[in-house]
């Protein structure tokens, strides 16, 4: 069965004693989450191994971004490798933060996932249509030139490391969120990517990002092809984090 997945990116928001707070209280109702669902944090980088310290294992972690290159003199940058001496367990590649404002190209990303894989650590590409381009009914062309460029480098016994996290650029902070059958439809899209490029299609957990909340996630969750969410504004409150991750269909 495909893992089901919630992660929340803080982005680049947090503190020592946010992590206090929203780490203890995610913690400790992440009893009440069903059993399948994996519950992932994702601070900024130098917050975790605090939040590792205070997840005491009942969470997973995650970093934002690591650099394409494995050691060495890149002043700023952190590795996979550290990530993973860190603790995490997943690293978002790709994130359209990264590609808009940091200029970050689907080449920069595939080498970012070759060294996740590298590490052992599972690499999350984040792949999203703009509305223009949206507008101009090159969504599934965008995403799937985004997955299959981003993921050329995974080898064949790599792809129970890899996840793909869909994510509308025109849905992410700005309060739209797709609807549940137009993120259904790209899911579907997506996963006959991954099979054209043979890989494991049906196993690899596919997760929706953009404005997702407490009160749309059951809706989004309940589709066939949606796998869990990465969440950004809402994962910074705990009480609607741990709301979210309990919007699996029951049974899970
Ligand atoms: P949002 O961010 O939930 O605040 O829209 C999602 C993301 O960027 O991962």
């Known amino acids: 069965m495909r893992r089901r997945i919630v992660a929340g990116n803080w982005k680049m928001n947090g503190s020592k004693d946010l992590v206090k707070q929203l780490v203890g209280a995610v913690c400790e109702q992440s009893g009440n989450v069903g059993k399948d669902v994996e519950v992932v ?32 003199a890149y002043t700023g940058e952190i590795s996979a490798e550290m990530a993973r ?34 590490s ?17 009914g090159q969504a599934e062309a965008v995403v799937a030139e985004q997955v299959r460029s981003g993921l050329s ?23 739209k969120t797709a609807t549940a059958d137009d993120a259904q439809a790209m899911h579907s899209e997506i ?18 990002g953009g404005s997702v909340k407490a009160d749309n996630a059951a809706a989004l969750f309940a589709e066939p092809d949606i796998d869990g969410g990465l969440i950004g504004g809402a994962s910074l409150k705990a009480e609607e984090f741990i709301s979210i991750c309990r919007s699996f269909p029951a049974g899970v």
């Open 41 to 72: 944090i994702i601070p900024p980088a130098i917050y975790l191994g605090q939040v590792a310290e205070q997840g005491g294992g009942r969470i997973t972690t995650g970093a934002q971004n690591v650099s394409q290159w494995q050691s060495g």
């Open 85 to 118: 001496d860190m603790g995490c367990g997943y690293v978002l590649v790709g994130h359209s933060e990264r590609r808009q404002l940091f200029g970050e190209t689907d080449s920069v990303a595939a080498a970012k996932v070759e060294q996740v894989l590298l």
């Open 120 to 136: 052992g650590l599972v690499a999350v590409l984040c792949v999203g249509e703009t509305l223009a381009e949206r507008e101009a």
């Open 153 to 175: 480098v995974v080898a064949d016994d790599q792809w129970s490391r890899v996840v793909v996290a869909y994510e509308p650029v025109w849905a992410i902070g700005t309060g």
């Open 191 to 208: 996963r006959k990517v991954l099979d054209g490029m043979n890989a494991p299609a049906n196993e690899i957990s596919v997760l929706y």
